[in-house]
């Protein structure tokens, strides 16, 4: 089935620098969605693209639609310690379908 | 809060055993889910449902079976519990616009001994 790879799969960073992460995918997406998982929670949507080239923005978090609609890509400026936790990228399975694919994660540990 | 709420919120069991885990909403969404999420395998969609006594099979629903006798309850059912399922289990809902984002619930956390 389909598949979304995601690198690097963690982080290691020091508080101030910036980050930036990726999902691939051997298939055409229509819709990126990005998701960060605090520790014991659920993951929460942070920012959701639809078109290819797309770059979208939310505070310091700017994803990108890859133009080939096979990739997109996460930029964490100025990092912070509340930016620590499990970045995953989604799509749907098809176009409309309401079923969600999910990357492995990228787990991101900032150092003080 | 997307308003769910899933129970229990941990839960040791023994192989073989039965376990049912519960998801409420009080979004009155249409949509629901469940996914599992393990180490390096990110999150997983066993089962959905897109209605009332409407439910889909996911990618991994070997071993697991679902029911939606109402829309704000979707109900997980391990019939025989392996060491396999051990696991973090989520809910999730969705509003019916094929661009409305998925909420998760705060996840259970199961495991079998």
């Known amino acids: 089935g389909q598949q979304l790879n995601q690198s690097p799969q963690s982080m290691f960073i020091q508080e101030g620098e910036d980050v930036s992460m990726n999902c691939t995918s051997s298939s055409i997406f229509n819709t990126w969605l990005w998701y960060k998982q605090d520790p014991g929670e659920g993951p929460v949507l942070l920012i959701a693209?639809?078109?290819?080239?797309e770059l979208t923005s939310n505070g310091r978090l700017t994803a990108q639609f890859g133009i080939t609609r096979k990739d997109s890509f996460l930029n964490i400026s100025a990092s912070i310690p509340s930016d620590v936790g499990i970045y995953f990228c989604?799509?749907?399975?098809?176009?409309?379908?309401?079923?969600?694919?999910f990357g492995q994660g990228t787990r991101l540990t900032i150092n003080p | 809060d997307a308003g769910i709420t899933q129970s229990p919120r941990h839960k040791v069991t023994e192989t073989g055993t039965p376990v049912t885990l519960r998801c409420h909403q009080t979004e009155n969404h249409r949509y629901m889910y469940w996914y599992r999420q393990d180490p390096g395998h990110g999150l997983r969609l066993i089962h959905y449902s897109y209605g009332v006594k409407d439910t889909d099979k996911g990618e991994v629903s070997d071993g697991y079976s679902v029911s939606r006798s109402k829309t704000e309850d979707f109900l997980l059912t391990l019939e025989s519990a392996t060491s396999s399922q051990t696991s973090v289990y989520f809910c999730?809902?969705?509003?019916?616009?094929?661009?409305?984002?998925?909420?998760f619930g705060n996840g259970t956390r199961l495991t079998v001994t």
């Open positions: 999730a809902i969705k509003d019916r616009g094929k661009d409305s984002p998925l909420h």
């Open positions: 989604a799509g749907p399975l098809a176009r409309g379908a309401q079923k969600l694919v």
């Open positions: 693209l639809y078109k290819a080239g």
